[in-house]
């Protein structure tokens, strides 16, 4: 069985930073492109930022580019989303998600699979 447990959520300053960390279990971590989404209150789900099966290729939503950084351990079947430069818009529920292949696909919103998130919170 699939499990995504996230870690790393808060609360923080504007201007602050968190990392962010997934957990992964249940399937061959190293094979899959993971992404991480996230969902403010009262709004849909917003995908973030994208890391192909090997790490070498990532993608992100115009919203964070420049100040968030998706990363991957493959030895360690996790995933990290460093968040930088928060900012009160970015105040949201972040889970991490698996993509049905090896390939990261921007704005994919359509997983078979999620976490139960970990709450961002951004507020001075």
Known sequence: ????????????QPGGSLRLACAASGFTFSKYAMSWVRQAPGKGLEWVSGIDSGGGTTSSADSVKGRFAISRDNAKNTLYLQMNSLKPEDTAVYSCAKYPSKIVVPNFLDFAKWGQGTQVTVSS
């Open 1 to 12: 069985e699939v499990q995504l447990v996230e870690s790393g959520g808060g609360l923080v």
